[in-house]
């Protein structure tokens, strides 16, 4: 069974962790006393969906997360501190802390703790998500007990829904460019001084002219793309970050 276990404390443990070259023990106190966090538990690092989905959808809504009164943003899984290191490093994810339940105490602790061997894994973390204030567990989102690794309301989307409903996520903006375009840098700069996050695609280095073409139809960079949706060149840009 799956328990939901609001209004209950987590568990107490205490995390070995790995910070250079020094192994630093962090407490569920220091994790959660006087704070209010979001904690989202998976099976594994590296793993497709985690990798894919779960991690850096949280990782991109981190800001807006805390903007709504969170204070830290902690991943949690069933894997020792090195391979969560490795896998906060390979994601870029700034934005969370990555918690290594090694021992698997803590999920033991939360009931969360399920045998994998299907798929080799062994014992390992139910995926679930939940709000904690002051050590105090005010919300769970436990994924269906059902066969195999569904991920249906664990997602950062949900967890913000709940904080505030009315919290607007930030839009998926990319940005097309190529080294020495001066145009280039001025829709950058319109996009940075507006604080408007967005992710650049250099051509010559992600992408080469024909994906340019293919994506938005034109020979020129700047091109400016917001949640799927190609709005143009260095004007467009310019005016999408002063709109």
């Known amino acids: 069974m799956l328990d939901n276990i609001e209004g209950q404390r987590v568990p107490n443990v205490t ?22 966090v979001v904690v989202f538990a998976l099976p594994g690092a590296f793993t497709p969906t985690c990798s894919s989905t779960h991690l850096p959808r949280y990782n991109e809504l981190a800001a807006v997360l805390k903007d709504n009164g969170v204070d830290e943003v902690v991943c949690l ?52 998500s939940m709000l904690v204030k ?18 249906e309301v664990s997602d950062a989307d949900t967890m913000l829904n709940y904080i505030n409903p009315n919290a607007k996520a930030p839009s998926a903006v990319a940005l097309l460019t190529k080294p020495g375009c001066p145009f280039c840098e001025k829709a950058k700069a319109a996009l940075k001084d507006n604080k408007i996050k967005f992710e650049e695609i250099v051509l010559g280095k992600d ?25 143009g060149d260095s004007d467009a840009a310019v005016a999408y970050a002063n709109s």
Do not use: C
């Open 207 to 231: 992408a080469t002219s024909v994906a340019l073409k293919a994506m938005s139809g034109q020979t020129t960079v700047p091109q400016i793309f917001v949640d799927g949706k190609h709005l």
């Open 15 to 36: 995390f070995p962790t790995r910070q250079g070259d020094e192994w630093v023990n962090i407490t569920t106190d220091q994790l959660f006393t006087n704070k209010t």
């Open 134 to 151: 002051d050590g105090v567990i005010d919300k769970m989102f436990i994924e269906p007990n059902q066969p195999g690794d569904p991920f």
């Open 77 to 128: 899984s069933v894997n020792d501190t090195f391979v969560m290191n490795a896998w906060l490093a390979d994601q870029e994810a700034e934005h969370i802390t990555v918690v290594p339940d090694g021992s698997g105490e803590f999920t033991e602790g939360m009931g969360m703790l399920v045998n994998k061997n299907d798929i080799g894994f062994g014992k390992r973390s139910w995926r679930y």
